[in-house]
Nanobody
Framework: VQLVESGGGSVQAGGSLRLSCVGSGFTYSSFYMAWFRQAPGKEREGVAAIFTGGGSTYYADSVKGRFTISQDNAKNTVYLQMNSLKPEDTAMYYC?????????????????????WGQGTQVTVS
């Protein structure tokens, strides 16, 4: 299994970025795909997730209305569109994939339930 993120960078407050995560090596249609982030000195937190089998989406309260997670099943790719970025959104963002029956039932934001991780992409908002 391999997850490859891209799209991070530096942006001013109020700006936008779109992160991409391409997955390979697993049955894409039955997983939860999620974005987590981790700022220095803080715990890794779930930002958004999508169930690839049905398209249900989940968001942390801190990003609702600003971030949108979406998928392109034909490309095995998940996106995170981030608008109205704030300095507190600054973090390393990680793509994660987890089995549907493990990460469902309200566990979409529990990092330990996700078995596969990308290398991370840095987002800096100033």
């Amino acid at each position: 299994v391999q997850l490859v993120e891209s799209g991070g960078g530096s942006v001013q407050a109020g700006g936008s970025l779109r992160l991409s995560c391409v997955g390979s090596g697993f049955t894409y249609s039955s997983f939860y795909m999620a974005w987590f982030r981790q700022a220095p000195g803080k715990e890794r937190e779930g930002v958004a997730a999508i169930f690839t089998g049905g398209g249900s989406t989940y968001y942390a309260d801190s990003v609702k209305g600003r971030f949108t997670i979406s998928q392109d099943n034909a490309k095995n790719t998940v996106y995170l569109q981030m608008n109205s970025l704030k300095p507190e959104d600054t973090a390393m963002y990680y793509c994660a994939a987890g089995l549907g029956w493990v990460c469902g039932g309200g566990y979409w934001a529990t990092a330990s339930r996700f078995g596969y991780w990308g290398q991370g992409t840095q987002v800096t908002v100033s």
